[in-house]
Nanobody, 123 residues
Framework: QVELVESGGGSVQAGGSLRLSCTASKNNDGATCKGWFRQAPGKEREMVAT????????FYLGSVKGRFDISQDNAKNALYLQMNDLKSEDTAIYYCAAELLACPSDPDTYDYWGQGTRVTVSS
């Protein structure tokens, strides 16, 4: 079992930046893919950004391309999401997730989840 813990959420004005962090409870957790998902009130959870743990490829939701950047520090067992030029529509709870086999966009396939961190963007 792998525990994921997110941090870094908060409230920011439109145009501002936040950096989310996710730390896994153990090294060599076997995850092939780690990523960030979000869920806004009344909406389904959606993929924001994912990355193969080997660093081969990254994937982004179209609306965040060029504004968000996913990165990882395997030595620290950490995953990050740098969010720039935030918009009110980015307001959501952001979750870190890990998947053992691949990097799908469907959140239902992910094996491990953090508890979420809230991001609020005011216009």
């Amino acid at each position: 079992q792998v525990e994921l813990v997110e941090s870094g959420g908060g409230s920011v004005q439109a145009g501002g930046s936040l950096r989310l962090s996710c730390t896994a409870s153990k090294n060599n957790d076997g995850a092939t893919c780690k990523g960030w998902f979000r869920q806004a009130p009344g909406k389904e959870r959606e993929m924001v950004a994912t990355a193969y743990t080997g660093g081969r490829s990254t994937f982004y939701l179209g609306s965040v391309k060029g504004r968000f950047d996913i990165s990882q520090d395997n030595a620290k067992n950490a995953l990050y999401l740098q969010m720039n030029d935030l918009k009110s529509e980015d307001t959501a709870i952001y979750y870190c997730a890990a998947e053992l086999l691949a990097c799908p966009s469907d959140p239902d396939t992910y094996d491990y989840w953090g508890q979420g961190t809230r991001v609020t963007v005011s216009s």
